[in-house]
């Protein structure tokens, strides 16, 4: 497999990011062509969620509707990578968003956040539908345990809608990493999945480049150049 001249992709979109996406859409998303589903993605503009959107697509999605936290991150989304629609949470209402946007509901959930933007989101999920708990982001810095604890509303929303949300771990489906790499690298050299990455020059940048990383700074895979 080579991606001619874009090394970082290997640490990115033909790397565990990829993988992340395609095996957590793949493993826990029971997306079906055909089936007019509709698939949100929260964090859509990071590393993992830019692919899974994008994947969501590829293997039959109607809509893919991903929540950032930037109109500039929306634009990037709806324009560079073919989503259908994107939820600035710092400026939208969400939820009255995610309504327009989904107006058959929602189907397959691609969650990289966690907390009240994906209590909103699990509140107008169908029936039988599919939360991949792919990360909670939001919560990495409180004092709890992983998945963080859902609101008693939303664990009834999930129980009364039989709704699964079961958690993913990358590492645990390493025996299907090479085959789903190959996946990737043709869609990545086909131009059927874009690649976005945010460039950071020195290894003595890293600790500012993974804090920028952690709030946002980033526009998909958050890399560090040490050398051409
Ligand atoms: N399950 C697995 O095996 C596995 C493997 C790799 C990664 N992950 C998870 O995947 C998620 C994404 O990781 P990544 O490496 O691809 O990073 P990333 O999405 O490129 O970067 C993190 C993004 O999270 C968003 N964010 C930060 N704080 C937030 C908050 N309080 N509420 C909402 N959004 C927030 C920021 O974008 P905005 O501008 O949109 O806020 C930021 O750009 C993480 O939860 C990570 O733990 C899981
Ligand atoms: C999906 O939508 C198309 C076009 O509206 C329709 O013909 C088809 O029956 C729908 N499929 C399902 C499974 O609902």
């Known amino acids: 497999v080579k991606i001619d001249g874009h090394l970082s992709y290997f640490l990115g979109a033909v790397g565990i990011t990829g993988l992340t996406a395609l095996l957590g859409v793949r493993e826990k998303g029971h997306v079906t062509k055909g089936a007019n589903q509709t698939m949100v993605v929260s964090g859509a503009a990071g590393a993992c969620g830019s692919i899974a959107g994008q994947i969501g697509r590829l293997d039959g999605c109607v809509r893919v509707v991903g ?15 073919g989503f259908s629609a994107a939820i600035n949470y710092r400026q939208d209402d969400v939820c009255a968003r995610l309504k327009e946007c989904c107006p058959d509901g929602i189907d397959v959930y691609f969650d990289n956040v966690g907390g009240h933007i994906s209590e909103t989101v699990i509140a107008q999920m169908n029936k039988g539908s599919h939360v991949i708990l792919c990360g909670q982001i939001s919560q990495y810095n409180k004092d709890v345990p992983y998945p963080p604890p859902l609101s008693v509303e939303t664990q009834n929303a999930l129980q009364r809608n039989c709704i699964t949300r079961e958690r993913f771990l990358v590492l645990s489906y390493m025996h299907k990493a090479e085959a789903a ?11 059927q999945i874009k690649v976005l990455e945010t460039v950071v020059n020195g290894i003595e940048n890293m600790g500012v480049a993974f804090c920028s990383m952690m709030k946002g700074g980033n526009v998909g895979k958050q890399i560090i150049k040490i050398s051409d």
């Open 67 to 81: 929540i950032c936290g930037s109109d500039d991150k929306c634009r990037a989304l709806v324009e560079d990578l």
């Open 181 to 191: 790499l190959c996946e990737l690298s043709q869609w990545v050299k086909s131009g």
